[in-house]
């Protein structure tokens, strides 16, 4: 029978073979793009597995999960839920990134109960609904010159998920368009989160810098308690 430990460490070398080869057609170097290892569901071993294979990126999307694992595992913990208001606080305890930032009470509440510099994409809709998160694109600039002008959040670019009835392609090109746009008011935004385990060759050919992969690494995922 597979071990845990083989069977994380197979996955893994897949993915890892599938970014080089997104990379190497995009004319971009794999060592541009920060794989984050989606862990939220899983247990707490896991993670320790893969930092024992040198992964060191974990993202979560629930609070109350996510805050035990970054107190027993090192490594830089990346936020990318929904965010809930009176999660703020605990969330700004634990989170070195948070890539889901879409509303501007949110960066201001952010800004006040940080311990620390956490670092923010700013999440936009690639199709205006509801329901998957994201600011029109439009009201980025707003966002952006809050973040800028906080004093404990740094702006790390934007964040976006692939709306479910379009092309990966589509979406992403998209994506790239506006990230285009708004990096040249913002040049310090130098990063680009896009692509989970379904599309992240995709996001890689488009731009992304930063790819959000669970299932692809860790399998099927364990039904929440």
Known sequence: MTSRYEEIASN??????????????AQRGSDEITLIAVTKTFPISDVHILASLNVHHYGENRDGDAAPKASAVPGTWHFQGQIQSNKLKSIASWAN????????RHIQALDKVAAHRIGVFLQ????????????????????????????????MGLMAVAPLDVSSDQAFEKLALIYSDFKASYPA???????????????????ATHIRVGSSILGSRPSPQ
């Open 189 to 207: 935004a130098k990063y680009l989160s896009a692509g989970m385990s379904n599309d992240f060759e995709s996001a890689i050919i488009h731009g």
């Open 124 to 155: 936009v809709s690639l199709d205006g609904a509801q329901g998957r998160g994201g600011a029109q694109p439009s009201d980025l600039s707003e966002l952006a010159d809050a973040v800028v002008g906080s004093a404990h959040l740094d702006l």
């Open 12 to 25: 893994l070398a897949i993915v890892q073979d599938k970014i080089v080869a997104a990379a190497k057609s």
């Open 97 to 104: 990134v948070i890539h889901s930032l879409d509303e501007l």
